[in-house]
Every structure is written in C-alpha cells, then in structure tokens.
C-alpha cells in the first residue's frame, strides 16, 4: 500500500520559517497533483498550496508571497517552505496527493492519498 508521511513540523516564532516536507512510499506508478492542506482549531481544512507533476503551482492568498511549494519527482517528495510566519498560520498541516499504482489485475488505480499531519504552532 501506499503511505504519505509528513515532517517538519514544530514551534516557532512569529516571522520565522519552517520547511514541511511529505514522502511517498509503497507500490507507487506515478504521482500527480500534491499538496498541502492546514486544519485550524474550530475550522475546516483548507488548501494551502498544490503542484502538478509538471511544476504548474497554486496558492491560497492567504500564503502567497510567503509560502513555496515544490517537489522533488525523483524522491517522491513535496516540501513546503514556510517564511514570515503569523500565529495564524498555525494549524495541522497536511499532505494530498493523486498517486496511481497498479492493481492486482495489472491495470493502473488512482488513489487520493493523504498523511496523518504535522503540527505546525506559530507563538512567542
């Protein structure tokens, strides 16, 4: 089976920066879109940024100007470098992605993949 396993997460001060990262493991074809999403107490999730295989990026506006999301298709692996961060940025951070593997009868799957999440706490 496949598996996304998130790090990076941690405590830091307003105007600091962190670095997410989130690896693919297991029987995996070929990834395509991945993301980040964030769950703040008492709120719904939210996307926070995705990339396509091809490089192709999107933000929440919340983000932009602040946040990087890029990944490494060699690795399977999609990073998300956080800068100037805000106490509102704090929230549960997770990872998505559309990974294809090959069933058991050899035909290609799509799976929509998330991680169990990585806390990311922004206060001084």
């Known amino acids: 089976q496949v598996q996304l396993v998130e790090s990076g997460g941690g405590l830091v001060q307003p105007g600091g920066s962190l670095r997410l990262s989130c690896a693919a493991s297991?029987?995996?074809?070929?990834?395509?879109?991945m993301g980040w999403y964030r769950q703040a107490p008492g709120k719904q999730r939210e996307l926070v940024a995705a990339?396509?295989?091809?490089?192709?990026?999107n933000y929440a506006d919340s983000v932009k100007g602040r946040f990087t999301i890029d990944r490494d298709n060699a690795k399977n692996t999609v990073y998300l470098q956080m800068n100037s961060l805000k106490p509102e940025d704090t929230a549960v951070y997770y990872c998505?992605?559309?990974?294809?593997?090959?069933?058991?009868?050899?035909?290609?799957?799509?799976?929509?993949?998330w991680g169990k999440g990585t806390l990311v706490t922004v206060s001084s």
């Open positions: 998505n992605a559309f990974i294809v593997v090959v069933n058991s009868w050899s035909h290609l799957d799509g799976m929509d993949v």
């Open positions: 297991g029987s995996i074809f070929s990834i395509n879109d």
């Open positions: 990339i396509t295989s091809g490089g192709r990026t």
